[in-house]
């Protein structure tokens, strides 16, 4: 055999052995004042991100990654369900409008690998209001992308949260939730007649919270952390046992080769203790070299994830803190496209590249004014809370322990800005008073906005431009200067 012959035998054994899953991101746009999409693109395509998951159909965001060659998934919102289930006709216009329309089109196409139906539907929390819908809006998008000739590109899937599954680290049997049976079962078998993988949350951090006797080290990846066994396996860290748990759940009903999607992991950086950027980089290097020593786990020994999406591309200050105030510190990235930490997602290069020419607000902050009689701060500061964003202000957070009046300094300052720091969101009884002293203190940040409607207003400059030309052209074009 003549050598390059070899060589390419062993390129296409390497490929076939080691398939490491590819990692995305989630990119969310519940933030007061999002980073302009072009330049969350940009973000993404200079730090060599291929694949993202979006939670809506946002017409901005996917003409923004029209041509840019990232993958995409997007999502129907949850409270779309009901109508997707009751009405074919509904599909075909979702599918239409939100998959057909980017995808046709020529050389300036947006690469949607995935419809996720629903947004974790099957939360706990939310009780069983979307089990009933959740089938029937599945195959109606299906149809619908089968007859706009799509079905061979794009994949129907359902997130699912991580307590779709009851188990415990010390529990032998794990299953799906009884209130889930039917509707899992009728999903796993519409999956798995499709070829579709099952896109599975994995939440490190939620499990720490409510396992408070294992140590931090099994969740971070750390050699020291003292193994768990689970049903007879050794596991020296709670991804890898996570990450069997659903393994184990599949094979028990009857889908032990089924794909399986990291649809979400990742660690918070603020808003409680155990929450910041150092624990963050370590839980995430050690996620990324898990994922690249192609290991595996001891159920699916040298097999990845077939794709693994972190949570979360950016901050955002508008997500549901129903669920704690860490909820708005999950990206690699502040809310402004800033490398919070370093780790190399497959990019090869150690470090993260930040965001560049981001357009902020004037470098002015609203604060408390010292002189005034404070007796009534803290009401108008919680007020100002309850519509901005004080999650650093709790307990473990960067701004726990700046003291007091300093917390309603911070609190006026989130409301001041998520308001385009116009004047009159400064005022707060006459306690607030405008400065251009950055009133920031050690890791405490008081952020300034990033500019939102310059953008908006460019757009608008621009378009009355065209409008403009045009009358110009129509008020000249009896002079026959253009048709002679
Ligand atoms: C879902 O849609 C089907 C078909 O239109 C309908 O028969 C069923 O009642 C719907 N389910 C619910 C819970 O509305
Ligand atoms: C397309 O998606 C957007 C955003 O999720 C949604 O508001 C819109 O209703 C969808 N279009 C149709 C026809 O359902
Ligand atoms: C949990 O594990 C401990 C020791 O590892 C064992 O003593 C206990 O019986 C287990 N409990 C259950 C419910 O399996
Ligand atoms: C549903 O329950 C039945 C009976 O307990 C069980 O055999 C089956 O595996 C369960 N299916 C799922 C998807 O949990
Ligand atoms: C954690 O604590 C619970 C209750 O105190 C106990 O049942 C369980 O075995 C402990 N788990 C581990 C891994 O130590
Ligand atoms: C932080 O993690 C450590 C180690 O697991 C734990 O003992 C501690 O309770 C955690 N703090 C909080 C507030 O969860
Ligand atoms: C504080 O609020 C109370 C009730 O609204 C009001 O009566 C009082 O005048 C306020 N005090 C100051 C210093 O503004
Ligand atoms: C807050 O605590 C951190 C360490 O937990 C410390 O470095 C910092 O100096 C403290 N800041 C203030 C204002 O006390
Ligand atoms: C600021 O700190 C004071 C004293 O610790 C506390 O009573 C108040 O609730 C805090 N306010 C906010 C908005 O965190």
Partial sequence: ????????????????????????????????????????????KSNNINKVKLFDANSDVLQALSGSNVAVTVGIPNAMLRTLNSSKKAADSWVHDNVTRYMSNGGTVTRIEYVAVGDEPFLKSYGEQF??????????????????????????????SFDSLESGFNLSEVHFRPDLNKTMTELLSFLDKHGSPL????????THLQTKNI???????????RPHNFRHKTYKNSFAL?????????????????????????????????ASSNLAETFMKGLMSHLHSNLG?????????????????????QRSIASGNFERHWGLFTFDGQAKYHVDLGQSSKSLVNAQNVEY???????????????????????ACANADCTALSPGGSCFNISWPSNISYAFNSYYQQHD???????????????????????????IEIRVSQAEFHRLCNFLWVILLVITLLALEPLGLFWQ
Wanted: with cysteine; glycine share 6%.
């Fill in 1 to 44: 055999m003549p050598p390059t012959c070899c060589i390419l035998v062993l390129i296409i054994a390497a490929t076939m052995f080691c398939v490491v899953g590819a990692v995305g991101v989630n990119w969310g746009t519940m933030a007061s004042h999002p980073l302009p999409s072009s330049k969350v693109v940009k973000l993404l």
């Fill in 131 to 160: 089990h009933p819908f959740l089938i029937g809006a599945s195959m109606n998008i299906q149809a619908a992308l089968m007859k706009a000739k799509l079905d061979n590109k794009v994949k129907v899937v359902v997130p699912c």
């Fill in 242 to 274: 996570s990450y069997d748990t659903v393994v184990t759940v599949l094979s028990a009903v009857g889908y032990p080769n089924m794909e399986i999607v990291v649809a979400k992991i990742g660690w918070p950086t603020d808003g409680a203790a155990n």
């Fill in 297 to 317: 786990t001891p159920l699916r020994p040298h097999k990845s994830p077939l794709e693994t999406y972190i949570l979360s591309l950016l901050d955002e200050d």
């Fill in 199 to 206: 896109f599975m949350t994995i939440s490190p951090f939620i």
């Fill in 215 to 225: 140590s931090l080290d099994f969740f971070l990846f750390k050699d020291s952390a």
């Fill in 421 to 447: 720091q116009l004047a009159e969101s400064c005022d707060f009884g006459g306690l607030g008073l405008i400065t251009t002293v950055d009133p920031s203190m050690d890791r405490c940040r008081f952020p």
């Fill in 361 to 383: 607000l004037s470098s002015k902050w609203c604060v408390v004014n010292n002189n005034k009689d404070l007796s009534n701060a803290t009401a108008s500061a919680l007020e």
